[in-house]
């Protein structure tokens, strides 16, 4: 068995423990999603704009910290935990977006040449306030693909582990 493969495997029996009341589980568990979870945050930091306020460790902290408040939630593996991640993450950098947006309404507006407000956004910089917006009007057209959406891009998920989260087949013929 591959080191990545037993990993996950281990991190899936510390949640299933965690869920059952065991807080060794979740002392053991800690250093193996951080990691994890520090990268992920970061890919996500990375496509922000630059000045962007909140950092990585902050974004971890925040996320983490929700989910070890998550009392009713039975850890079902490695891809469900990091699927919820990936909707507190969401949520998070939506509100810390939609609140700097809040403060910037009109304050220090900045005047713009017609050329340099029409010039092309930089590349990588996402506007998560409006993609946001976006996946809320797909899940409301389809909350499964809106779902597909979020997991990928916020989650960080595989096919396979998408698959596996939302319980269906992916192409390849895995759950």
């Given amino acids: 068995m591959s080191d990545s493969v037993s990993q996950s495997n281990n991190v899936t029996q510390l949640l299933v ?7 060794q589980a ?17 890919r996500y930091l990375r496509r922000e704009r630059p000045d962007h306020t909140l950092q990585s460790t902050a974004l971890v902290h ?3 910290l929700r989910m070890v408040d998550q009392k ?7 891809a469900h935990f990091f699927g919820v991640a ?11 977006a939609r609140g700097h947006k809040a403060e ?28 946001d917006d976006a996946l ?7 909350v499964q693909q809106g779902r597909i959406v979020e997991l990928r ?9 998408t698959a596996e989260v939302l319980g269906v087949f992916s192409r390849n013929g895995q759950t």
């Fill in 26 to 42: 979740l002392e053991a568990l800690t250093p193996l999603v951080y990691d994890e979870l520090r990268k992920l945050a970061g």
């Fill in 86 to 96: 990936a909707q507190i993450i969401r949520r998070i950098l939506v509100d810390h």
């Fill in 17 to 23: 423990n965690w869920s059952q009341g065991d807080p």
């Fill in 153 to 161: 891009f916020f989650g960080g998920l595989s096919i396979e582990e």
């Fill in 72 to 78: 009713q939630v039975r850890w079902q593996n490695r």
């Fill in 136 to 142: 809320n009007s797909l899940a409301s057209f389809d």
């Fill in 104 to 131: 910037k309404r009109g304050a220090d507006a900045v005047k713009l040449s017609l050329d340099e407000a029409l010039a092309v956004p930089e590349e990588g910089h996402v506007d998560l306030v409006a993609l």
């Fill in 62 to 64: 925040e996320a983490y």
